[in-house]
């Protein structure tokens, strides 16, 4: 049995995503193990994260700046904004470098059974962003579910008024994925938005 503060340590990582109990005292004995070089460095890179974390006042981005990484890039081309419903989708998205655009979180995707309505998203915040001026695209990359797509077809709705094109993410076959394997839903979105062949 371990002392209490180990515990402590040990159930707060079992919070983490896609860490259980096991696996979080699994981290706190590599820790323990290798607290001369490792645990002084996590514990000094959380310490400076947790001192700095700001949310961007212009995307939602979380960050250590604002405007954040991401929008203070002037690589960034500002005419094409890229919706998520999070950060964790920005920040898939973003280590993937294929898009070279700015950024728009949500803070989550419209849902009646969850009481989420359109002013409990950052949408307004979108359309004002729209509305300056400047941009070309918007990009309407929810996930796949019934809420994300609901959320995708408000958010373009709120836009048809505005000069600016509005796409969405292909959704569909994953690259190397067998028929078989698939569900019904990813299936029939599939044959939905099949093209010509050549």
């Known amino acids: ?4 503060e180990i515990e402590n340590l040990a159930s707060a990582l079992a919070r983490l995503p ?3 109990p096991r696996s979080a005292r699994r981290a706190v004995l590599w820790l323990v193990k290798h607290r ?19 949310e961007c006042d212009t995307c939602g981005n979380v960050d250590t700046q604002n405007p954040c990484t991401i929008c203070a890039d002037p690589k960034r081309d500002a005419k094409s904004i890229c919706v998520v419903e999070d950060v964790a989708d920005l920040w898939a998205l973003d280590r993937a470098r294929l898009f070279t655009g700015t950024f728009h979180v949500l803070g989550g995707r419209l849902s ?8 409990d998203l950052a949408i307004d915040s979108l359309l004002g962003r729209v509305e300056q001026g400047g941009v070309d695209e918007v990009v309407l990359a929810m996930n796949a579910t019934l809420e994300g797509q609901t959320t995708a077809h408000y958010i373009a709705e ?4 505005h000069a600016v094109r509005i796409t969405q993410l292909a959704h569909g076959l994953p690259v190397g994925g067998e028929l ?10 599939a044959l939905r938005a099949r093209r010509p062949l050549g």
């Open 18 to 20: 896609g860490l259980g």
């Open 36 to 54: 001369e070089t490792a645990l002084e460095q996590v514990l000094d890179a959380l310490g400076a994260v947790k001192d700095k974390l700001v």
């Open 1 to 4: 049995m371990a002392s209490q």
């Open 158 to 161: 709120r836009l048809e008024d």
């Open 180 to 189: 078989d394997y698939l569900d019904e839903g990813t299936l029939a979105q």
């Open 112 to 119: 009646a059974l969850d009481g989420i309505r359109p002013e």
